[in-house]
C-alpha cells in the first residue's frame, strides 16, 4: 500500500463495514450512526483500539443532519461505504421501498455529490433486485453514475429517472457495477446474500474494466466432500463420521466421480466457534468478552435453528433487536440452544477483541445488521489492488 486512504462510513452500525476498509487500510475521517446502541459500541470499540479510528470521529446523528454540518468537502474523502437502512426493500420489511421514510438512500447519494470520492461500495439485501423494487434499485444506479443530475424540487423519482438517462454531465461521473455475493463462498460460516454496489469515479485508470463478476474461493461441494466422501472435516474436529443425512445422496455419488473441487470448503458454525468454552446460562465466559449462554432455546414455525455442521443461516436484527431461529444451533440430536454474542459476532466476521457493551438484544441487532466484515475487507482492497492505491 502506498498510502492511507480516507474513508466516511454511513450508516456504521456496530462497525461490520468500518472495520473491513479500515483492515484494507482505508483511515475513517468520520463514522455517521444515528442508534444510539451501535454508536455506543463503535464508541467503545474506538476506547480500547485508537488503531481503529479516533472516538471523536464517531457521529451518533441522522447522515443527513451530519451531511450539512459536516467540514469535510470534496476532494478529501477517499471511499463512501455503507449499508443504507434496508427495511423497505427487505423480504420481512413492509414494502415500501422509494416512498418509505426509512430509505436512506438519497441520504447516500448525497454524500456521493457532496465528497466526490474515488469510490464508493454500498450493500443492500436482494429484495432491492426484486421485480418489484428494480426500476427503483436502476434508478439508484443512474444517480450512482451521474451524481451532479440532482433532483429538482418535487420531481418525482421517475421523471428524475428519465432526466438523468438522457443527460450527459461532463463532470464527475461513475462507473457502477453490481454484485450479488453469497458470504459462505467467500469463508464466511454463514449463508447470507447481499447486493453491492460498488461505484469508481470514471476518470480512474482502469475504471472500465471492474470486473462484471467477484467470485469465491470456497465452495458447498469442497464442504459436502470434505463431509461425506473423504471425512477430512470430522477428522479435523476428532470426531468420527456420523450417519450420511437423507437428500444428499446422488450429490455424493457425484462427488466421488468427479473428485473435490479446487476450493476452500464452506465454514460452518462448528468452525467458527472453535476454541470458544461451552457458554454457561446466565454465566459470562472468564476471558471471552459477549460469550454468556441465554436459557430457553425452542423452534416454532420459520424458525428451526441452524444445523452445527452446516453454514448458520443469515444473522438477523429481527424486529426487536433478537432474531428467531437463525440465532439458535440445532445439534445432531434436535437439541437447540442460542448463539451467544460472541459466536454470533464470530460468524459476521467480528474479531474476539471487538466488543459489544450493551444488552444482548441490542449487540445482536447491531451485529445482525451490520456487513460482513471480510467482505468488506475483500472489496475494499480489490478496489486497491485493482487501482494500485
Keep these: 500500500m502506498t498510502r492511507a486512504l480516507t474513508s466516511v462510513e454511513l450508516f456504521a452500525g456496530g462497525g461490520g463495514m468500518a472495520l473491513g476498509t479500515r483492515q484494507a487500510g482505508f483511515e475513517h475521517r468520520a463514522l455517521v450512526e444515528w442508534y444510539k446502541p451501535a454508536a455506543t459500541v463503535l464508541r467503545h ?58 430509505n436512506m438512500f438519497p441520504a447516500a447519494l448525497d454524500a456521493v455529490r457532496k465528497f466526490q470520492p474515488k469510490f464508493v461500495i454500498f450493500e443492500n439485501v436482494p429484495g432491492l433486485t426484486r421485480p418489484s423494487f428494480l426500476p427503483y434499485f436502476t434508478y439508484i444506479k443512474h444517480q450512482l453514475e451521474k451524481p451532479t443530475v440532482a433532483v429538482k424540487g418535487d420531481e418525482l423519482w421517475t421523471e428524475h429517472d428519465a432526466r438523468i438517462r438522457k443527460a450527459s454531465p461532463r463532470s464527475l461521473r461513475y462507473v457502477v457495477k453490481q454484485h450479488l455475493l453469497e458470504a459462505a463462498d467467500f469463508g464466511l460460516p454463514q449463508n447470507r446474500r447481499r447486493v453491492f454496489l460498488i461505484a469508481m469515479r470514471s476518470d480512474l485508470p482502469g475504471a472500465a474494466i471492474w470486473p462484471e463478476d467477484i467470485l469465491g474461493d470456497h465452495s458447498r461441494d ?52 472453535k476454541g470458544l ?113
Design 45 to 102: 470499540n474506538a476506547r480500547r483500539r485508537p488503531d481503529l479510528w479516533p472516538e471523536e470521529n464517531v457521529h451518533e446523528q441522522d447522515v443527513r443532519h451530519w451531511l450539512q454540518e459536516t467540514a469535510i468537502s470534496a476532494g478529501e474523502i477517499d471511499l463512501v461505504a455503507g449499508g443504507p437502512p434496508c427495511q423497505p426493500f427487505s423480504l420481512a420489511g413492509v414494502h415500501a421501498g422509494d416512498e418509505d421514510e426509512r
Design 222 to 273: 469442497a464442504l459436502l466432500y470434505d463431509q461425506w466422501v473423504s471425512g477430512d472435516y470430522w477428522t479435523e474436529h476428532n470426531l468420527a463420521m456420523p450417519d450420511q443425512p437423507d437428500g444428499i445422496e446422488s450429490r455424493i455419488r457425484e462427488l466421488k466421480e468427479t473428485g473435490r473441487p479446487d476450493k476452500g470448503r464452506w465454514q460452518t458454525i462448528r468452525d467458527a466457534i
Design 277 to 389: 468454552p461451552d457458554p454457561l446460562d446466565g454465566m459470562d465466559a472468564d476471558g471471552v468478552a459477549n460469550h454468556r449462554g441465554i436459557p430457553g432455546a425452542r423452534a416454532y414455525p420459520k424458525h428451526s435453528g441452524s444445523p452445527f455442521d452446516w453454514p448458520a443461516k443469515t444473522i438477523k436484527a429481527g424486529v426487536h433487536g433478537v432474531s428467531g431461529g437463525e440465532a439458535m444451533i440445532r445439534f445432531d440430536d434436535d437439541t437447540l440452544r442460542y448463539l451467544t454474542v460472541r459466536e454470533s459476532a464470530r460468524i459476521q466476521g467480528f474479531p474476539d477483541d471487538y466488543e459489544f457493551p450493551v444488552p444482548r438484544s441490542r449487540a445482536m441487532g447491531a451485529i445482525g445488521n451490520a456487513v460482513a466484515t471480510p467482505l468488506a475487507r475483500l472489496l475494499a482492497e480489490r478496489l486497491r489492488e485493482h487501482f494500485a492505491v
